[in-house]
C-alpha cells in the first residue's frame, strides 16, 4: 500500500508568489545584455504580474456573479 503525501499549504497566497516571481524576473532581466533571452524574461515577469493581478480581482468581494 503506498503512503499518501501530506499536503502542506502554501505559506503565502498564490497573488503574492506570483508577485514575488515577477520582481525576480525583472531583477533578473535587468542583468541580462539585450536580446531574446532579456526579452522572453520580461515577457514572463509581465505575464506574472498580470496573473496576480487578475487573481487579486478574481478574488475581490465586489465582483459579482453572472446572472
Not at 493581478?53 to 453572472?66: D, H, T, Y
Amino acid at each position: 500500500m503506498q503512503q499518501r503525501r501530506r499536503y502542506a499549504p502554501p505559506e503565502t497566497t498564490l497573488e503574492q508568489r506570483l508577485a514575488d516571481e515577477a520582481c525576480r524576473l525583472c531583477e533578473q532581466a535587468r542583468l541580462l545584455p539585450p536580446g531574446a533571452v532579456r526579452d522572453a524574461t520580461m515577457r514572463k515577469a509581465r505575464q506574472a504580474e498580470t496573473g496576480s493581478r487578475l487573481s487579486e480581482w478574481l478574488r475581490s468581494p465586489g465582483l459579482k456573479a453572472p446572472s
